[in-house]
Structures are given as C-alpha cells and as structure tokens.
C-alpha cells in the first residue's frame, strides 16, 4: 500500500493548483454575486489538458489516472466550486461513458473534442418528477422507420445546460421493460427541437449554470445510440458513480478551502491578547476539522483509484461512502469555518459563508446522500 500520489498525479495536482489560484481566484466572488458562468475559465482547463486527464492520448486525453481527476477537482474546488462542479460533470458524467460504451467512431467524434477541451459536456437524467426515482422520467424516444430516434420530453437542473455542446440525454425507449426500457444518446446542441428553459436560481454554485432542457421532436441519428438499446439506465447508474467520486472529491476541496481560511484567520485574530488558535476552544475546533478532512481524503483517493482497477468489479460502494462521508463533512466543516469567522463569518466580506452555501448541493446532487445509504446498504449482506 503507497499513500503518496505518483510523480504524474502531483504534477496534475500542482497544475490545477496553479491555474485555481492564478485564473479563479481573482474573480471568484465577484462571479458568484453576479451568478455568472464563464465558460472561458473552463476552456483554459482544456487548454492545459485537464479536461482529458483519465483518457488515452489517441482519444486526446494525458493518459493519466482518475485518481489526477480527483486532485484536479479538489484543486479546484479548493478555490471555487462552481468551475470545479462543470469540471467534473463534463469528465466524469458526459465524457465517462462515452469512454466506457461508445464505438470508436464516438469516441473519435465525440470524446476527443471533449478530451482536448474544444467541447463542453453535459448529463441529462433528472427531470421534475424524476429525482431520486431517476427511473421514473418521462422524457421518450421513439425508433423511428429509418433507424433514427425522436426523443420528447424535458430534463432539469442540467448542469452546463446551455453551453454544453454535448450532452448524454436518457429517454424510455420502452418504458413496459422497467430498467431494460431506458437508453442513453449522445444529443449536439442545435439539433432541431432541443432548446433551453428555466435558468436555476440558487444557494450556491453561483458561478456555474443548471438549466432546463427542453426535447420537441428532436430526431438524433441511429448512430449516437450509447451502448445498446435498453442499456441506457444501467449506463446511468455506472456513470453516476464515477460522478460521485468526483462530487467527493469536489466536496473535500470545498472543506479544504474553507479550513485553510479558518486557520489563517485563527492565527490572526487576536482576542483577549492572543490569537484564538490560543483559544482551546477553537483549536479544538479546527483539529476536528483537519481530522474530518483527513479521512475524507482517503475515502475519495480509494474511491477514485478502485476507479481505475480492471480487476474491480464495482466501486459502487466506495464511491458512495466517498460522496456521502466528503459532502457531510464539507457542510460541517464550512459550517465550523464559519464559527471560527464569529460575525465577519456571516458577512461577504469574507468567503467562508460562500464555501458553506456551496458545500450544501454536495449533500443533494449525483444521488443525495439518502441514496448514497440506500446504495451502501445493498451491499450490507
Ligand atoms: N451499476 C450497474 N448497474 C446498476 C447500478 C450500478 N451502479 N445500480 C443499479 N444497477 C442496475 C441494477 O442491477 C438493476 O439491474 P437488473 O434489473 O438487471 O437487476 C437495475 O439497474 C435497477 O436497479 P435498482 O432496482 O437498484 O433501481 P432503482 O430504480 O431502485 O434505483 C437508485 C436505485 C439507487 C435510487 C437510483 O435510482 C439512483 O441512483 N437515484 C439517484 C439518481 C441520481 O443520482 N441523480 C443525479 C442526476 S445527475 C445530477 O445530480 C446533476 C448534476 O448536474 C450534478
């Protein structure tokens, strides 16, 4: 057992480093007050090859691991959550399982813009009757004569909706077959029909966008089938714990980035002649926080590297365990972060409230963190 990240894995780590603080930083704040996206920052992550970090080079990744996605996001998500959450939908829910189900032919069409960062992509599952029971959409697709598919309905909360070039849409191409009766297709923006709607107004992850997708008619070929018909929900499933690792990972930059504001701020805050880090109270404080960080790290590093292994059959639970355990320690430890600020905590001045606004979602989205016991369980025989 090696608990050190590898040569290539600290250098991606240091890559996303440099490019949160140098690119994200400065403008963090004042794009989350204005609520805005701005796809450029995530363009640059392609330019520096971080948008195909876990895919082989003739696909137009690096030929790393998903453990350097994992870092890469909480790199990130150390300094703003939002780009990291685009980030890791983009690798782990969109380009994932075109990696894992799709035809060369996909792969060379699809995965590689996405690989070298010249396309965006998206997820669409969720829609406002389908949440959690993500089976239960009513978003169709109907085989036509010709071969090709016309799906209709709509998908909500989309995270990149809008900009997203690419998006893996799931429809019921038979809804009578339950599980069997769903299907994945890889769907270009501006194919005829498919429009945007409702742009979400939220509590946190202000800086990027979830939207509504709307599907009128929308006819996609035979050939951006993803895996075969009837495979859609198990594609689904398999990909959502990939993207849970990557929420994990995200949620522990989230509590990472609030820390080291907390502990700054402890060393310098002076109250009844001392700094508070003096203050038994608060040191306390922030070893319970380190402590949770910690454990969290390692629950995301195993989840992410099980990821990888050939010989793993599933990595349901860990990624499960990792996505619970980071998300609820991140609500816990920006909720302390912002304890250790007292007053100035709760003010904008500082940016540990937004850290505790964005590490709320983390408990809710790619399975909330009910399913993710649900899940754990299961495997409790
Ligand atoms: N891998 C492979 N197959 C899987 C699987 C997995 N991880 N999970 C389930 N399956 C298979 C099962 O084996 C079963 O197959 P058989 O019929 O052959 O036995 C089939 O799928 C149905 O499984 P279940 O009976 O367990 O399905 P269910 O309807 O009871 O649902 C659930 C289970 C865990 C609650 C699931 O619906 C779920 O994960 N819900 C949450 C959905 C979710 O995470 N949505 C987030 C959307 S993305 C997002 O958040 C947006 C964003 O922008 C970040």
Redesign the pocket.
């Known amino acids: 057992m090696d608990f050190k990240l590898s040569e290539t894995q600290q250098d991606i780590a240091k890559l996303a480093r440099d490019f949160a603080e140098k690119k994200l930083a400065p403008t963090v704040k004042d794009r989350d007050e204005k609520e805005v996206f701005d796809r450029t920052l995530v363009d640059e992550m392609g330019e520096l090859g971080l948008l195909g970090i876990p895919w082989e080079e003739k696909d137009g990744g690096v030929g790393a691991d998903f453990v350097s996605v994992a870092v890469a996001c909480e790199e990130v998500a150390k300094v703003d959550p939002s780009i990291a959450?685009s980030f890791?939908?983009h690798t782990m829910?969109c380009s994932w399982p075109i990696w894992k189900f799709g035809t060369e032919e996909q792969k060379a069409k699809y995965l590689k813009p996405l690989a070298e960062g010249k396309k965006l992509g998206?997820?669409g599952?969720?829609e406002p009757n389908a949440?959690?029971?993500?089976?239960?959409g009513s978003t169709t697709a109907t085989k036509n004569a010709d071969g090709t598919y016309t799906l209709n309905g709509s998908k909500v909360?989309?995270?990149?909706g809008g900009d997203a070039e690419i998006t893996i849409v799931f429809a019921a191409t038979d809804k009578s077959k339950?599980?069997?009766g769903m299907s994945a297709f890889i769907v270009e923006k501006g194919t005829p029909g498919f429009s945007y709607g409702k742009k979400e107004v939220k509590m946190g992850i202000r800086a990027c966008v979830?939207r509504e997708l709307v599907f009128q008619d929308v006819v996609v070929p035979a050939a951006n089938l993803l895996g075969k018909e009837g495979e859609g929900?198990?594609i689904?499933?398999?990909t959502?714990?990939g993207?849970?690792v990557g929420?994990g990972a995200q949620a522990l930059g989230i509590a990472e980035g609030a820390f080291n504001k907390a502990v700054q701020y402890a060393n310098e805050r002076i109250q009844f002649g001392k700094p508070i880090m003096k203050q038994q109270a608060v040191a306390f404080m922030l070893a319970d926080m380190k402590l949770k960080i910690e454990t969290a790290r390692w629950a995301v590093y195993k989840a992410a590297w099980k990821m990888g292994q050939k010989d793993v059959k599933?990595y349901?639970m860990d990624a499960s365990i990792a996505k619970k355990y980071a998300s609820d320690i991140a609500m816990q430890v920006t909720t302390d972060a912002v304890q250790v600020f007292g007053g100035y905590g709760f003010t904008r001045d500082y940016p540990v409230e937004r850290y505790m606004r964005d590490a709320k979602i983390t408990q809710?989205?790619?399975?909330?963190n009910q399913?993710q016991q649900?899940?754990i369980s299961?495997f409790l025989k």
Do not use: C, P
Request: aromatic letters at 10%; glycine letters at 12%; charged letters at 15%.
């Open positions: 959450l890791e939908v829910l998206a997820f599952l969720t949440g959690t029971d993500a089976l239960n909360f989309n995270t990149n339950g599980a069997k979830q929900f198990k689904a499933m398999m959502l714990d993207g849970r929420v599933s349901s809710i989205y790619e399975g909330t399913v649900m899940i299961g």
